[in-house]
Antibody, heavy 123, light 111 residues
Framework: VQLVESGGDLVQPGRSLRLSCTASGFTLGDYALSWFRQAPGKGLEWVGVIRSKGHGGAREYAASVKGRFTISRDDSKSIAYLQMDSLKTEDTGVYYC???????????????WGQGTLVTVPS | QPALTQPPSASGSPGQSVTISCTGT?????????VSWYQQHPGKAPKLLIH???KRPSGVPDRFSGSKSGNTASLTVSGLQAEDEADYYC???????????FGGGTKLTVL
């Protein structure tokens, strides 16, 4: 049972990047998935969430990324994505994909985390 | 600036108990019972210790316990062990506009 993120890279401000999160050992489609990030030497920040299709597949985002980031999922491939557009220097950090405990309630806690992938947006 | 306030550091000797506080407002911790605590060792991904204020996922030792009073949540680590030295983060649901907020983290040192 694991999540593995990929796609992190050095990208110039204003450009785009797509992160992937591949699940194994469980049925991705049964769960809501959240993305978090952590700037170098800083604390955790919630980025957004996508509910399972069984609960409507709704997506919600932090104010700091709303309108620039998009979460999607392909349950047939057991992959979730974080599309990041118009990247800013403050988007730099390690991005984690996680599995939510609740399929419905936001903020229920994430019981499975990937190892993280580093996104660097230089100034 | 993190929405939730945690002490930057805490410490205790092996075998002792330590409590880490997490103070929010009536719009997050005070209103919802979706408070979580995470442990993060250097260079590692966070690990869920407590969810819904005081529930432990399977596999988390019962040395870790959570509670809430008003706008403040607390994590108590009993019987401190060397491997408990890590950063600890609290989080809370904060309603349908903000969703999830975090504390700035507490570095726990086992003396």
């Amino acid at each position: 049972v694991q999540l593995v993120e990929s796609g992190g890279d050095l990208v110039q401000p204003g450009r785009s990047l797509r992160l992937s999160c591949t699940a194994s050992g469980f049925t991705l489609g049964d769960y809501a998935l959240s993305w978090f990030r952590q700037a170098p030497g800083k604390g955790l920040e919630w980025v957004g969430v996508i509910r399972s299709k069984g609960h409507g597949g709704a997506r919600e985002y932090a104010a700091s990324v709303k309108g620039r980031f998009t979460i999607s999922r392909d349950d047939s491939k057991s992959i979730a994505y974080l599309q990041m557009d118009s990247l800013k220097t403050e988007d730099t950090g390690v991005y984690y994909c996680t599995r939510d405990l609740s399929t419905f309630y936001y903020g229920s806690g994430s019981d499975l985390w990937g190892q993280g992938t580093l996104v660097t947006v230089p100034s | 600036q993190p929405a939730l306030t945690q002490p930057p550091s805490a410490s205790g000797s092996p075998g002792q108990s330590v409590t880490i506080s997490c103070t929010g407002t009536g719009s997050d911790i005070g209103e919802y019972n979706f408070v979580s605590w995470y442990q993060q060792h250097p260079g590692k991904a966070p690990k869920l210790l407590i969810h819904e204020v005081n529930k432990r996922p399977s596999g988390v030792p019962d040395r870790f316990s959570g509670s809430k009073s008003g706008n403040t949540a607390s994590l108590t680590v009993s019987g401190l062990q060397a491997e408990d030295e890590a950063d600890y983060y609290c989080s809370s649901y904060a309603g349908s506009n903000i969703f999830v907020v975090f504390g700035g983290g507490t570095k726990l040192t086992v003396l």
